[in-house]
């Protein structure tokens, strides 16, 4: 009798769960730093995939309990991610107030041949600001990826000279490897130079994506004067992949980032 009402059914239910689950562990060992984070998303469809294959199996309690958790998951996290990604556009703008002291130029993506096209971005938003304002320092703040030539700061060292900025006015933090570690670095530099963080006003630069991030965890790091400077993001598909991105960013940032 029990098997006329929980008849066999093999593994067929939760083989797009097992493929889900191979894919996000492929994406995340295969892909870049910058695509990695889809292994993440497909990890969460997977598990939604499992709750709804598992409910084949057992009694139409059991598959309404598991197929009704796999909707409301869906449910709270689509609307997590809407209230992210709203923050996330919400910030994506240029704020500059009074007269900045100094200019943080945040590091990203370094190919073989020079800076990514979002760090290109960034790069010539802050040299068309610099150039109606000489006699402003800049800081270039990245440590180097192991799949990065060089460090983000040097790049961006060499770049910024080759456009005429003077070497001497660019100071160089070399040991971040994200951007709660830009800021806290950032602040460490400024310190060494007789400068204290809290009294500093100064100006990030970075894409419009990263802002609303990048003003939260330099409020975190001392900083309690801060203009931004929105870059472009001129490359569609990076474009695309970093608002997508930014929003789990965002909540990984204010849940661990200290």
Known sequence: MSRERFPRRGIGPVVP????????????????????FVGLVLLAFAVLALLWGLGSYGSPAWKRALRGSAIVLAIAGAMCFAVLEGLVLAGDRTEIQ????????LGAQVKP????????????TALDYW????????????????????????????????QGVPGEQIWM????????????????????????????????????????R??????????AHVSTLAAPSSDLPARVN???????ALLKSWLLDR
């Not at 009074?98 to 130029?105: K, S």
């Open 98 to 105: 009074e007269e900045p002291q100094v200019m943080v130029i």
């Open 17 to 36: 769960a097992l493929f889900l689950f191979l894919a996000a562990g492929l994406t995340h060992h295969f892909a870049s730093g910058a695509y990695r």
């Open 173 to 212: 933090e070399e040991n971040s490897r994200n951007t709660v570690q830009n800021f806290r670095e950032t602040a460490r530099l400024l310190e060494e130079r007789g400068m204290e963080p809290e009294e500093t006003h100064i100006l990030v630069v970075s894409n419009g994506f990263h802002l609303t």
């Open 113 to 124: 041949w020079g800076p990514s096209v979002l760090l290109k971005d960034r790069l010539d």
């Open 214 to 223: 990048a003003r939260m965890l330099a409020d975190r790091n001392g900083f």
């Open 131 to 162: 150039r109606e304002h000489p006699e402003l320092p800049l800081v270039v703040s990245g440590g180097q990826g192991s799949d990065e030539p060089m460090s983000e700061a040097q790049c961006m060292y060499d770049y910024l000279t080759e």
């Open 242 to 248: 970093s608002y997508v991105r930014e929003a789990p």
